[in-house]
Nanobody
Framework: QVQLVESGGGLVQAGDSLRLSCAASGRTFSGYAMGWFRQAPGKEREFVAAISWSVSTYYADSVKGRFTISRDNAKNTVSLQMNVLKPEDTAVYYC???????????????WGQGTQVTVSS
C-alpha cells in the first residue's frame, strides 16, 4: 500500500522560511515524478511545484524564485524549501506522486494527508 507522509508545516511570520518533506513508501517509485499542491480555505487545490525522476523542475508562477523543490531518489523523498513566505501561501500542502503529466495536473496520483502551513502578517 502506497503511503505518502508529509512533515514540516507550521505557523510562521511573513518573510520567514519553512521546509516541507514527504516520504513515500509501499512500492517502487522509479521513473515517477513528485510534486506539491496546496489548498487554501474555500479554494480549489492548486499546483505548487513538481520534479521529474530526472530532476527537471516545474513551478507555479506564484512561487517561482521563492520555493525550491528537490528530491532524493534513493530515499523516495521530496522536499519543498519555502522562502520569503507570504500570508497568501497559507494552505494545507499536499505531496503527490505519479507520472509527470499526471502530477502536473494533479490527476490520478497518490496523495499524502497534507500538512498545514500558516503565514501570519
Amino acid at each position: 500500500q502506497v503511503q505518502l507522509v508529509e512533515s514540516g508545516g507550521g505557523l510562521v511570520q511573513a518573510g520567514d522560511s519553512l521546509r516541507l518533506s514527504c516520504a513515500a513508501s509501499g512500492r517502487t517509485f522509479s521513473g515517477y515524478a513528485m510534486g506539491w499542491f496546496r489548498q487554501a480555505p474555500g479554494k480549489e487545490r492548486e499546483f505548487v511545484a513538481a520534479i521529474s525522476w530526472s530532476v527537471s523542475t516545474y513551478y507555479a508562477d506564484s512561487v517561482k524564485g521563492r520555493f525550491t523543490i528537490s528530491r532524493d531518489n534513493a530515499k523516495n523523498t521530496v522536499s519543498l524549501q519555502m522562502n520569503v513566505l507570504k500570508p497568501e501561501d497559507t494552505a494545507v500542502y499536499y505531496c503527490a506522486v505519479g507520472g509527470l503529466d499526471l502530477v502536473l495536473k494533479g490527476q490520478n496520483v497518490y496523495w499524502g494527508q497534507g500538512t498545514q502551513v500558516t503565514v501570519s502578517s
